[in-house]
């Protein structure tokens, strides 16, 4: 089998196959180490806004973490340290990076194209993260910029900002820490702010010798801070989605934050965000409203329109020269790259299935791509807990598919596939929109990148222990069985799937096109 990336999701697949005794598999990773978007992001005051031993693996516990939230160099540390502990590095193929995967439906494999030369594998996991591929917005006049150019994932470390006129595009989590990194070394800081964002304080500190100490020693500490953290978080989750109007309590908390800081009300105003607080990412900072207060920081409050030159226009019609601009603008979320790579059983790449709408049964497995499963899928991101979380569930998950595939393989002596029926998909996807329907991310009165032509695609509308509960193992009766022998010819794949899916659901037919085996796709029961 293939995993794809080296990132927390990529590593994590790794160890737990490894721990499953399942040793024949390679990570494809397209740069030359691990770390995934940890490597990548190396801008000033980069650093996680989840608390440290909460970002971490269980089966990997760090006692030494040396602050509340760590920073970057600390975690692709820890990544690294990961992948030697466990043994990952012979399974490790750097600068390969996947340029194609087609699924051969009489093989039942997947034929994969990569920078370092082509494989086959009975199955892929897609591990590439949503925050690997960087957007930058289609500015006119941006190819014409006589200074520098880029964005916070691909941080310039070679161009001096010191005296430079910086433009910073955005107010997402990486603008708000690399404003404070670099505004004391610049001669003048613009910010080009689209929309306000809600700002809570950052109650970082360093962890002491002590509390590492005692955290080595003694386990159980560890694990009890762990468990703390994780416990207030699903406390939190309710407000987030069920009862958006008690976050007006936590606005409060934000806008004294604020208060304290900034001095100014008209600065003040043009902070002030118009929409709930959680309808779009909740930002943690205790030097953001400080650095914003500075004399030679501006904030214009509206995006980036147009360059002419050295001259930056915003929508409103402020000018501002800069010598360089820094794109914090966020990355290809409900767009991944990758989707556009992979094509599947009916011939069609997964970009197109998701054209209407990103959707995978339980976030990981897409309708008509066999054996092919998704890390980070669609509706599995957090708003208010560790994405930690949610990869070791579905690294259980991906553990129990494996044993579907050996038993069902077993028992017919020969190879096969698991495809996620599309009814199945359907009922899963149909339930997610009625939760998020009342979530703060679709009434918040805000427009983000959780939305994907008005449909929420990338939050998941509950606990972390309702996701977990909900991918602890594999229901075959959501997927269509795939053997080589029956398989249709690929004129007629697609119909055939879909005739046999439709009379599973109804309970006619024999149920047996395309090779399929089960007994329905439980579309009427409880999506958990």
Not at 319 to 330: S, V
Not at 424 to 430: C, E, G, H, I, L
């Amino acid at each position: 089998m293939a995993v794809i990336g080296a990132g927390f999701g990529g590593l994590g697949a790794a160890v737990r196959l490894r721990r499953a005794g399942i040793t024949d598999f390679v990570v494809l990773e397209r740069a030359g180490a691990v770390g995934g978007t940890w490597r990548d992001n190396t801008y000033p005051g980069c650093a996680c806004d989840v608390p440290s031993h909460l970002y971490s693996f269980s089966f990997a516990p760090n006692p030494e973490w040396p602050r509340n939230f760590s920073g970057q160099p600390h975690i692709r540390a820890y990544l690294e340290r990961v992948t030697d502990t466990f043994g990952l590095r012979p399974h490790l193929r750097f600068d390969a990076e996947v340029r194609a995967l087609r699924w051969d439906s009489r093989a039942l494999h997947w034929e994969i194209d990569t920078a370092s030369g082509p494989l086959t594998a009975d199955v892929v996991v897609s591990a590439t993260g949503p925050l690997s591929d960087p957007r930058i917005p289609d500015i006119p006049g941006l190819a014409g910029f006589p200074g520098a150019v880029f964005h916070s994932s691909r941080w310039d470390h070679g161009y001096d900002l010191r005296g430079k006129r910086v433009a910073v595009i955005g107010t997402g989590a990486s603008a708000i820490q690399i404003v404070p990194a670099i505004q004391r070394e610049v001669a003048r800081l613009t910010l080009f702010q689209r929309t306000p964002a809600w700002v809570l304080p950052r109650m970082d500190r360093r962890i002491s010798a002590a509390e590492q100490w005692l955290h080595t020693k003694v386990p159980a500490t560890r694990a009890l801070r762990r468990a703390a953290l994780w416990a207030v978080r699903e406390l939190q989750t309710g407000a987030f989605t069920k009862r958006p109007d008690a976050l007006r309590l936590v606005e409060r908390v934000a806008l004294r934050h604020m208060r304290r800081a900034i001095d100014d009300p008209a600065l003040r105003a043009r902070l002030t965000p118009d929409y709930r607080l959680g309808c779009k990412r909740v930002l943690l900072s205790g030097d953001y409203y400080p650095a914003l207060a500075q004399p030679h920081v501006d904030v214009v409050a509206a995006g980036l329109k147009e360059v002419r030159g050295s001259t930056l226009v915003a929508a409103d019609g402020t000018e501002t020269e800069a010598d360089a601009i820094i794109f914090g603008t966020g990355f290809h979320v409900t767009d991944m790259p990758i989707a556009r790579r992979v094509t599947g059983a009916y011939g069609t790449t997964l970009a197109e299935e998701w054209r209407d709408g990103m959707a995978a049964l339980r976030g990981t497995s897409a309708a008509g791509f066999p054996n092919f499963l998704t890390i980070i899928g669609p509706n599995t991101g957090l708003g208010t807990s560790s994405m930690i979380l949610v990869i070791e569930a579905q690294l259980a998950y991906l553990v129990d598919f494996m044993r579907q595939l050996d038993v069902l393989g077993a028992g017919a002596g020969g190879k096969v596939a698991l495809d996620a029926r599309p009814s199945a998909v359907r009922a899963w996807t149909d339930r997610m929109r009625e939760r998020l329907s009342r979530s703060v991310w679709n009434v918040g009165g805000c427009d983000s990148w959780y939305l994907q032509d008005g449909l929420n695609t990338t939050v998941w509308p509950g606990t972390t222990t309702e996701f977990r509960r909900a991918t602890r193992r594999v229901d075959v009766t959501e997927y269509r069985v795939l053997r080589p022998e029956r398989e249709a010819p690929p004129d007629t794949a697609r119909d055939t799937a879909l005739d046999a899916d439709a009379d599973a659901e109804t309970g006619s037919g024999t149920g047996t096109g395309s090779g399929a085996v089960g007994a329905g796709s439980g579309a009427g029961r409880r999506a958990w």
